[in-house]
């Protein structure tokens, strides 16, 4: 995977979805940035960590894919697994 200056702020970004289920809303509200050169959620969306979902009941949410949860491991950070059990249970459901 290339490293690049925004790997941090991804980091944050994926530990931070990997906490809970988070909606694509919640996402955008907290990650949108005005400035151009700033694309953590697009970078992490353009490298396959984190993937949106329409899960039945709770519309579109983010959910931390493989290679996500790889990449927090890699870096030290511990992804609970639980909290992405319930984007399955209700993509399951669809």
Do not use: Q
């Amino acid at each position: 995977m290339t490293r690049n200056d925004l790997d941090p702020l991804i980091l944050d970004l994926l530990e931070w979805i990997g906490r809970e289920p988070r909606s694509y809303a919640d996402v955008i509200d907290a990650w949108r940035t005005s400035c151009p050169r700033l694309t953590v959620w697009e970078d992490a969306i353009d490298r396959g960590l984190a993937v949106r979902e329409h899960a039945k009941g709770y519309g579109v949410m983010i959910g931390l894919t493989d290679a996500g949860r790889g990449f927090l491991r890699e870096h030290g950070r511990i992804v609970d697994v639980s909290a992405t059990l319930l984007v399955s249970r209700a993509r399951c459901s669809t």
